[in-house]
């Protein structure tokens, strides 16, 4: 279905290339997993499938590159419409209408079919991706989760042979990831669509992959099964660092699978005592919500709620998309103003805070990062930074660097990929060393690599400068490393507020990869069976 001979990019000014002589075959029903580092060029090799590169971005292209035996440079990305579904990393810059519906029929609207094809293929899409309920909401008002639902859908509703998907679960939540996952290994199954994914959250989708495709860097790639390819790769989920740890011989692809193979051991680490989870001291509140409520028209997002959060605390936000975290987060930092009720920090109305003194208080980084960058290369970006904060000269690209290392400061932030954007938008936020940092999916376009260095950071900053930081997320994996505490949010409610490791092991769905394999010990990390198989030697 898809084969690349001799392939080789490179973009213009650029020093290295991003795929060096590339040769595959994709076979029709085959779902094909893409992973690397962030800024890798894994959106390069995406975007090649279709012709988007090199027609749309520039750049040298060596080799060729055919689907379904129709050469990409003998036509342009629009003669690959039908053939071809692609969602991109950020679904809303791909939207062309309003609402929902209208935005699954426009494309077949494009191909002028039937009207009565056209209904029956949207009925379909909606039940398939649960997106009835919002069939009539206007795209602007949802969730960057259900925006990204939103997209699949609009692909999926051409009837493509191919799809390709670039993070196509960063912002949803656990159990809408699963269930998008799902439905595309039963088309490949069933229907034999084939799909080319690219994702950073590994642990969700190692398990549905036929094959595994890892570009390692100067435009070197490893292709090959996903046993093959994690028996040797550094970059791997938590259930397989897991297996290591364990000294599991073979390579478990599934929760399932790794249970089966270290029963004897579990039960041998279960006799042993439980690692106590110790909890904060309080300090003094920072951040305080009284009864606060926000409405956007008649939907009401966050309904009463109240919540005191303290220094030196590290808060995650989570629930299913659409329970109103970002709301939330919006009126912490004075970026929405409640409808009713009242929220502070360190006493202050956030919404009376301007310039210097709000950096300083209250820092935001939003779902879309690319809102904060203005400047027109990444070195202007934070020697802007570096003056606005009145920091020394170099210290935001030097936060930078320790985030993602080599980009260069020429680079303009539009032609970053969305992990590099989001890593530069933090740096700039960061630099100014604010008493509250507030993150809105802070993981979206990491590697593994980019998430412990945030983790770091994070910590760093709750633990040793005593500051707060709050997280809304979907990674649960980020969130049992990092929080110490978890709010649990469902339709503007909060439903659950605790230690992370009792909110975390209360549900199935929320639990990281490691508490499910290591079910019923409290643990949540590879550190703490580590930490367990040293006690009980």
């Not at 290994?185 to 190692?206: A, C, P, Y």
Request: charged residues 20%.
């Amino acid at each position: 279905m898809i084969k690349f001979t001799n392939v080789s990019l490179i973009y213009p000014n650029s020093q290295q290339t991003v795929i060096e002589d590339l040769t595959f075959t994709v076979a029709e029903g085959e779902l094909v997993l893409v992973m690397g580092a962030t800024g890798i060029g894994k959106s390069s090799l995406l975007r090649l499938i279709n012709g988007l590169v090199p027609h749309h971005t520039g750049g040298i292209l060596a080799g060729d590159i055919s689907v379904n035996g129709i050469s990409t440079q003998s036509v342009k990305p629009g003669g690959l419409a039908h053939l071809i579904g692609i969602v991109g990393q950020n679904p809303i810059n791909g939207f062309v209408t309003d609402t929902v519906e209208e935005e699954l029929a426009f494309g077949m609207e494009t191909l002028n079919l039937a009207p009565d094809v056209m209904r029956k293929r949207v009925e379909e899409v909606l039940d398939l991706l649960s997106l009835a309920p919002l069939r009539n909401r206007s795209i602007a008002t949802l969730s960057g989760g259900e925006q990204q639902r939103v997209a699949i859908g609009s692909a999926l509703v051409m009837h493509p042979k191919v799809l390709v998907l670039d993070e196509p679960t960063s912002a949803l939540d656990p159990i809408a990831a699963e269930e998008v996952l799902s439905i595309l290994h039963r088309l490949v199954h069933d229907l034999g669509l084939t799909v080319i994914v690219s994702e950073h959250k590994l642990e969700r989708v190692i398990q549905f992959a036929d094959r595994v495709i890892h570009i390692q860097g100067d435009g070197q790639t490893n292709i090959g099964t996903p046993e093959t390819i994690f028996a040797s790769s550094e970059l791997a989920p938590p259930i397989i660092h897991l297996a290591r740890a364990m000294h599991v011989e073979e390579v478990p692809l599934s929760v399932r699978q790794m249970r089966r193979l270290t029963e004897p051991l579990r039960k041998h680490l279960g006799e042993f005592p439980s690692i106590i989870e110790q909890s904060l001291e309080k300090s003094h509140v920072v951040v305080k919500l009284e009864h606060a409520s926000i409405a956007y028209g008649e939907k009401q997002a966050i309904r009463d709620i109240s919540l005191s959060i303290c220094a030196g605390e590290i808060v995650a936000v989570m629930g299913r998309n659409g329970a109103g975290k970002s709301s939330l987060l919006r009126s912490i930092v004075g970026a929405t103003e409640p409808t009713s009720g009242v929220a502070t920090i360190l006493g202050r109305n956030p919404f009376s805070l301007r310039g210097r003194e709000r950096t300083a208080i209250a820092g935001f980084i939003p779902q879309e990062p690319g809102d904060l960058l203005y400047g027109q290369s990444v070195g202007e970006e934070c020697s802007q930074a570096d003056k606005d904060n009145d920091v020394k000269d170099g210290e935001t690209f030097a936060l930078l660097q320790s985030l993602v290392p080599g980009i260069s400061v020429v680079t303009h932030p539009r032609d970053l990929s969305e992990g590099q954007r989001l890593s530069l938008a933090l740096s700039v936020v960061l630099s100014a060393q604010p008493q509250v940092l507030v993150l809105d999916e802070p993981t979206r376009g990491l590697d593994y690599a980019a998430k412990t260095a945030l983790i770091r950071i994070l910590k760093e900053l709750a633990l040793e400068q005593n500051k707060v930081v709050i997280i809304a997320t979907h990674d649960v994996e980020l969130v049992a490393e990092l929080a110490s505490r978890v709010v649990f949010i469902a339709e503007g409610e909060i439903v659950a507020d605790g230690s992370t490791t009792d909110v975390l092991l209360s549900s199935p769905a929320f639990a990281p990869q490691v508490a499910k394999v290591m079910s019923p010990s409290p643990w949540l990390t590879v550190s703490d069976v580590v930490l367990a198989m040293r006690n009980s030697s």
